[in-house]
């Protein structure tokens, strides 16, 4: 019996020594567990530091595109204070009614031929005056078609028989 004690202790211990390292290499020890999250942290902390990254390249990109649009609109309002600044400058004056009548008015019609530019606006001289082109020359009109100037408004146009409803606005230059 004794015999069948030390034999069955025996066998119970080699048991316990043999299962006991494999036990071991299925567990998952908390050191290597420590040594993996570092890494993950480490990524976790890169992945918040590109989303940040990434918020602050939109939120200069969204700045950049409003500072030009910001620009884009002061140089349209510029161009647009100087060509009213210019039209200011060239409405000069008013024609005598007396005048007006003898000259101008549907009646008195005549051909621009080739306008002068000045100060990069085209000018025309008739009835003893200059006119400064305000506006556009429309499309389908020809320096040579036949005009005539009107006060229609309060400021002169120039008129076109052959292009009935459509004007141009002129000012006096003296």
Not at 96 to 121: Q, T
Request: charged content about 35%; aromatic content about 10%.
């Amino acid at each position: 019996m004794k015999l069948l004690g030390v034999f069955s202790t025996a066998a119970l211990c080699m048991l316990l020594g043999v299962s006991m390292p494999v036990h071991a290499q299925d567990e998952s020890h908390p050191q290597e567990e420590n040594r993996a999250r570092p890494d993950d942290k480490q990524a976790q902390s890169e992945d918040k530091h590109t989303d940040k990254d990434k918020q602050e390249d939109k939120k200069a990109e969204q700045a950049d595109k409003r500072a030009e649009q910001e620009d884009k609109h002061a140089e349209q309002e510029d161009k647009s204070a100087r060509k009213a600044d210019r039209r200011e400058d060239q409405r000069g004056g008013h024609i005598p009614d007396d005048r007006f009548r003898a000259h101008f008015g549907h009646e008195h019609r005549f051909r621009i031929g080739r306008p002068v530019i000045v100060e990069g606006a085209p000018r025309f001289q008739y009835g003893g005056y200059w006119f400064a082109i305000v506006e556009p020359w429309p499309v389908g009109w020809a320096y040579n078609d036949e005009v005539y100037v009107d006060y229609v408004d309060d400021g002169y146009f120039l008129f076109s028989p052959v292009h009935p409803g459509v004007r141009i606005s002129i000012n006096v230059v003296f």
